[in-house]
């Protein structure tokens, strides 16, 4: 086991996978600077920077994963990824479907996602609802240093589509950036989960797979459900309703797509509440499918959804109210309980 | 509510050809008050978030803003304060916005990235290279609705690279529309040296797409002003569209706390921890070829002491220093008297509305 923080884990699992396997590159905006550590190990042939042309560096990544790469293609936050759009759903997420299961593609876009720092509507969306959406596609976002890694190496090593997700506020990079080492004006330490933003990494590192949730928290009362720093604004709310004498459990999706279903399932019938937090918009993505997967499960459980319901705000007091927050999940958490 | 940079400046300037040294210089050194205040604020963390400050821009905001009228349009890239200063937008409503005020000139729904004014016809967005589309739609608008008046995009060299922006170009020049796409060449983008991922040369780019193109030096305002006015007459008649490429730099690198930037301004310290940081990366670690790793560890050498010889030595180029000799002294002297006690105290008024930043905390119990 090896302390590290969220940001050098995802870059240790990228790391170990580049050293197994030649076949694995990675391109994206700043990254010689950004992951300096790997230009070090591995040389600028393995460790390209681009132009900012999101569009065509991440159709390339379909093709150059269709031409025996494993290309790990970071595009610098999921909001630019919406100008490559169709590179996720109308070919990564579709060529090996077309080729009847006879040309894999085994991509990995890397992007980060999610807001608490106030960086306006336009660089704080997480997008993963919208991504999972689309067939073919494997969407994870990890919540702690150890799973980061290894669903990092997970993801490189499988011979398919995926999506890897990876959180600002966990991430220690952008944050230094804003504050730390940039200037001590401004202390994000209440806002970060610490948790989340440092821990042990298993040497050596084994893939995860995917669809596997993981429970954080036991409970019989009731069950927040979330992915990515919703798992630690549950943790919060969940030791505090627990005083309160509600029972809570946390469950950790880690992946999007494809869902845990038999673990959202059974949690909810053993709370009979659930509550899912999600950092993504309530219409069309990660809330409305648990409701639904729980309604064809034929589980009957109370349910109230935690999610963003509109452009975020940047005003640091309307973003964070906007946000999945402690207060809301508590609320909602407390009015289940009285049902 | 917007502030005009001096009497009646909104309608005269448009119409004078002759280009005026006093007025650009108030202009300019409105534009850097703001953005100094900016950047201290920031530092002091008045400022929520990023900042790209427009500071090495002044010479082109001024030189192009200051043909601009009426129904003019601007779509603003990441740096968008100081075309907006030069427009005349409040400057207290603008730094209330990028501080985070509910009473900024957006509702503090905006932040830096994503200012704009109606009133003014500009509007900016952090989307790198969409700028040129949205530019490309106001000029159809502008065309049907308001003949005669003109489109600016402003964006940075490394936009270009940007697919949609090289539509705008195609589509600007297939419709004949009335837009200028204002290309600030500050030669970075983040930190990455755009040359090193650039085909061919940006101005032939352009006019192979059949823009009209010019260029000037952004630190002579008089010379930006000259070339903008030539494309933006040409589109004003409704004989297309135009390109006007502008060199300038970014001394305060991409963003506040720019970690370039922290290299490069305390090179010893910040180059041993780089050196200590990548040996560490590098030992103990299975790992490519020997000449890999050098060339991986050069690599990130030669581009900080990149970065410094584009930094030091920029003041040289510094647009105002330029400008101020173009006027009289005791002009000069009474512009940086009156703009800086505006200034200030909106500064100082913004600071007090907003408070500090320094206690980030959920849930919006922050005070
Ligand atoms: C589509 C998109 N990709 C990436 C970014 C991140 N980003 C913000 S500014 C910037 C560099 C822009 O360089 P340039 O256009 O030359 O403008 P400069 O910052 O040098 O003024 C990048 C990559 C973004 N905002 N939008
Ligand atoms: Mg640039």
Redo the contacts with the bound molecule.
């Keep these: 086991m090896t302390r590290m923080l969220y940001g050098e884990a995802i870059d240790y699992g990228l790391g170990e996978a580049m050293a197994a396997d030649p076949t694995v590159v990675t391109w994206g905006?700043?990254v010689r600077l950004i992951h300096r550590q790997l230009l070090a190990r591995f040389g600028p042939d393995r460790v390209l920077d681009t132009p900012?042309s999101?569009a065509a560096f991440t159709y390339a990544g379909v093709g150059a994963a269709m031409s025996g790469l494993r290309p790990v293609v970071e595009?610098?936050?999921v909001?630019?990824l919406a100008?490559a759009w169709s590179a996720v759903v109308n070919a990564g997420s579709k060529f090996n479907d077309f080729s009847g299961g006879k040309w894999p593609v085994p991509l990995v876009v890397r992007a980060r996602v999610g807001g608490w720092y106030t960086d306006g509507g336009?660089?704080e969306q997480t997008l993963w609802g919208q991504l999972a959406a689309v067939p073919g596609t494997t969407v994870v976002c990890p919540a702690t240093p150890d799973d980061a890694a290894g669903l990092m190496l997970g993801a490189i090593q499988h011979d398919g589509f995926v999506v890897f997700l990876e959180h600002k506020l966990l991430s220690e990079q952008f944050l230094d950036y804003l504050g730390g080492s940039s200037r001590d004006t401004v202390d994000f330490s209440g806002l970060l989960p610490a948790a989340g933003a440092s821990g042990e990494v298993p040497e050596p590192l084994r893939p995860i797979p995917f669809g596997k949730a993981r429970v954080r928290r036991d409970g019989s009362d009731l069950a927040l459900i979330s992915v990515g720093v919703g798992v630690h604004r549950c943790l919060e709310a969940a030791a505090t309703l627990s005083d309160e004498g509600i029972d809570t459990a946390v469950l950790d999706l880690r992946s999007i797509a494809p869902l845990d279903t038999a673990a959202v399932a059974d949690l909810a019938a053993q709370c009979g509440r659930v509550v899912v937090v999600d950092e993504d918009y309530v219409r069309g993505g990660l809330s409305g499918e648990i409701a639904a997967l729980l309604a064809e499960a034929g589980v009957p459980a109370q349910f109230r959804r935690v999610a963003v319901e509109t452009t975020i705000p940047f005003a640091p007091a309307l973003e964070q109210a906007a946000l999945p927050n402690t207060q809301r999940i508590l609320a909602a958490g407390r009015e289940l309980a009285t049902l | 509510m917007t502030v005009p940079v001096s009497d009646g400046y909104a309608c005269s300037m448009a119409k004078r050809q002759a280009f005026d040294p006093v007025q650009a210089y108030r202009t300019m050194m409105r534009i850097r008050l703001v953005e100094e205040a900016l950047v201290k604020a920031w530092a002091a963390g008045y400022v929520p978030g990023e900042y790209?400050s427009?500071i090495g821009?002044e010479g082109i905001n001024a030189g192009v803003v200051m043909h601009l009228s009426d129904e003019d349009a601007m779509a603003l890239?990441?740096?968008g304060t100081g075309p907006l200063i030069a427009r005349g937008a409040d400057p207290l409503a603008l730094m209330l916005e990028v501080m985070g005020s509910e009473e900024g000139m957006n509702a503090g729904r905006a932040g830096h990235?994503h200012l704009m004014d109606p009133e003014l016809h500009a509007a900016a967005d952090?989307?790198?290279?969409?700028s040129g589309p949205l530019a490309v739609g106001h000029a159809i608008a502008l065309q049907r609705l308001h003949p005669g008046r003109v489109a600016i995009a402003f964006?940075?060299?490394?936009?270009?690279n940007?697919g949609m922006m090289m539509e705008a170009y195609n589509l600007a020049a297939a419709w004949k529309l009335p837009v200028v796409f204002v290309c600030?060449?500050?030669?970075?983008?983040?930190t990455?040296a755009?040359a090193d991922v650039t085909g061919g040369n940006l101005v032939a780019r352009a006019a192979s797409f059949g823009l009209a193109t010019a260029e000037a030096r952004g630190e002579r305002v008089d010379e930006v002003y000259a070339a903008a006015g030539k494309l933006i007459k040409r589109a004003r008649k409704g004989r297309g569209p135009g390109f006007l490429f502008v060199t300038c730099h970014?001394p305060g690198g991409?963003f506040e706390g720019d970690p370039i930037v922290r290299i490069t301004k305390d090179p010893i310290t910040q180059s041993a921890d780089l050196v200590r940081e990548l040996r560490t990366g590098v030992q103990g670690r299975e790992r490519g070829a020997t000449r890999d790793t050098i060339r991986g560890v050069s690599e990130i050498v030669a581009r900080s002491s990149r970065a410094m010889r584009d930094w030091t030595g920029v003041a040289r180029k510094d647009p105002l220093r330029r400008a101020r000799k173009a006027i009289p002294e005791p002009t000069a002297r009474y512009i940086e008297g009156t703009e800086s006690e505006a200034i200030g105290r909106a500064a100082a008024t913004a600071r007090r509305k907003t408070g500090s930043r320094s206690a980030f905390a959920p849930d919006g119990d922050r005070t």
Aim: proline share 0%.
């Design positions: 905006e700043d900012i999101e595009v610098m936050l909001d630019f100008a336009q660089h | 790209h427009g821009e890239d990441h740096r990235m952090g989307i790198v290279g969409s964006h940075g060299e490394a936009a270009a940007q600030k060449d500050n030669r970075w983008s983040i990455t755009s970014r991409h």
